[in-house]
């Protein structure tokens, strides 16, 4: 009898669980669902792997970041937003930067022409789709 009550028990507390665990689309999500997140998602990792985060909005200083210093620790992107965002190499906005248009994925950001990998420090959110006046990832490859 207590074996039921234990089994019982364990799948409400799975279920309890996994319904108090927020879902989060990343690039495997099919495109233009209702519920997908929308902003820019930083990947510790190539391929879209490793620690991830979502940002809707800019940071001067990625080592501010509460749950985790991203500073210097990005190597793939995915802007899942509807403007386009500016990658910079220093905190403040400046140095070096590449801007990534709404929709583009970059899987790899250490290959040429970028040599890009582990170097973000800042990041803001334009407000048009435009990277007018930025160099974009995708117009140097």
């Known amino acids: 009898m207590w074996s039921r009550y234990r089994a019982l028990f364990a799948a ?11 879902m989060v689309a990343g690039p495997a999500a099919a495109a233009g ?12 990792d190539w391929n879209y792997k490793g620690k991830s985060r979502l940002f809707t ?36 906005f400046r140095d070096r930067s590449y801007c ?13 022409p970028w040599r890009f990998n582990d170097k973000t420090s800042s990041i803001k959110r334009l407000s048009t789709a435009s990277c007018s006046g930025y160099v974009a990832f995708y117009s140097l490859s």
């Open 33 to 44: 669902a209702a519920t997908e997140p929308r902003g820019l998602w930083l990947y510790q």
């Open 100 to 112: 990534i248009r709404p929709g583009e994925r970059v899987i790899d950001l250490q290959p040429n």
């Open 57 to 92: 909005d800019s940071w001067s200083n990625l080592a501010d970041v509460i749950e985790w210093n991203w500073s210097d620790k990005t190597t793939s992107v995915w802007n899942a937003d509807t403007v386009a965002w500016v990658l910079y190499d220093d905190r403040g």
């Open 12 to 22: 409400a507390l799975v279920t309890a669980v996994i319904a108090a665990v927020p």
